[in-house]
């Protein structure tokens, strides 16, 4: 059965450093998703993405984050300057057009220090 | 706007004996509610949605849920839990763009 990956596992980085976390959406999805869910906080939205722009992001999607789809597969969320506050774990859901319902990926775990 | 509530962030069961995981709901329309659920270092994966086809809702592994309008409920259940079930299970609904909408988690533990 086919499954969205998601690269690296676990990202450890410092203050103030970028980083990129990759999403390997289920072939043919159309709608891409990022969530993310602080250690004992509720999962939340980030931001949704669709024919190549972003259709809808939260309050917490600033200017720091940003997605694309750099070569038509992969679906990458950056953060520019990560903060401390940052440090949470961060899905990827991809979604067929057919249906309301979302594949997940496994999940990374990003690490600020 | 949509939410939804878990009731109870942890919930312990002897292996063989039913399973509860209460859900309530708030929308101003009919929703769309699913639950998945994460085992460790796994993605969250579906268990069952409710899309107003039919008002029980069974899913894998031989978990069910109920949809009641009146008690704007959406709990499930399975008649015997096992081992492998232990996990965090959520309650999910959408809002009115595809987005999801999730609820704290409920964390199952299963005893031998």
């Known amino acids: 059965e086919p499954e969205v990956t998601q690269t690296p596992s676990h990202q450890v980085t410092q203050m103030g450093q970028e980083v990129i976390l990759r999403c390997v959406p289920i072939?043919?999805?159309?709608?891409f998703y990022w969530y993310r869910q602080i250690l004992g906080q509720k999962v939340e939205f980030l931001v949704s993405f669709y024919n190549n722009e972003i259709s809808e992001k939260s309050e917490i999607f600033d200017d720091q984050f940003s997605v694309e789809r750099p070569d038509g597969s992969n679906f990458t969320l950056k953060i520019r300057s990560t903060k401390l506050e940052d440090s949470a774990m961060y899905f990827c859901a991809t979604q067929p057009g057919f249906t309301d319902t979302q594949y997940f990926g496994p999940g990374t775990r990003l690490t600020v220090l | 706007a949509q939410s939804v509530t878990q009731l109870d962030s942890h919930v312990s069961v002897s292996e063989g004996t039913p399973v509860l995981l209460r859900c309530n709901y708030s929308s101003s329309y009919s929703p769309s509610l699913f639950w998945y659920v994460q085992h460790p270092n796994k993605g969250l994966q579906l268990l069952l949605k409710y899309t107003s086809a039919a008002t029980l809702v069974k899913g894998i592994n031989g978990f069910e849920a109920e949809f009641k309008k009146s008690e704007t409920s959406f709990h499930l259940t399975k008649p015997s839990a096992h081992m492998s079930d232990a996990a965090e299970y959520f309650c999910?609904?959408?809002?009115?763009?595809?987005?999801?909408?999730f609820g704290t988690g409920t964390r199952l533990k299963v005893l031998a």
């Open positions: 999910l609904t959408t809002s009115g763009t595809y987005k999801y909408i």
């Open positions: 072939s043919n999805h159309l709608y």
